[in-house]
């Protein structure tokens, strides 16, 4: 009886043979999640994100420009972090710069 309980135990010094090989294949599906993440999620975002400021770098009076909630207009004038849109003749309204979606025309 007392052969049987060495034999299922630990070897001497408390690590297991398979114990290192073990921790490894743990450890693949963590770091196979976290490549996909990164390739399908994180990467795009930040390409996008890189592409926005980018857009917002460039933009300048007189383009044609439509904000995040769908509003069209010309820019009119700019600050550093708010741009004035002309919405119809003689109407400017304030927007934040970041809220600016997308080009339509530049002049």
């Known amino acids: ?12 010094g408390g690590a297991s043979a398979g114990g290192a090989q073990s921790a490894l294949m743990n450890m693949i599906p963590l770091i196979f999640m976290f490549a996909i993440f990164y390739f399908l999620l994180i990467r795009p975002q930040q390409k996008k994100a890189k592409e926005h400021r980018a857009l917002l770098d460039s933009l300048k009076k007189g383009d044609l420009v439509i904000t995040a909630c769908g509003m069209h207009g010309k820019v009119t004038a700019m600050e550093e972090t708010v741009i004035q849109l002309e919405v119809a003749n003689g109407v400017n309204v304030k927007f934040n710069k970041g809220h600016i979606a997308s080009v339509v025309k530049k002049d």
Not at 1 to 12: D, E, N, T
């Open 1 to 12: 009886m007392l052969g049987l309980a060495f034999a299922m135990g630990q070897p001497p």
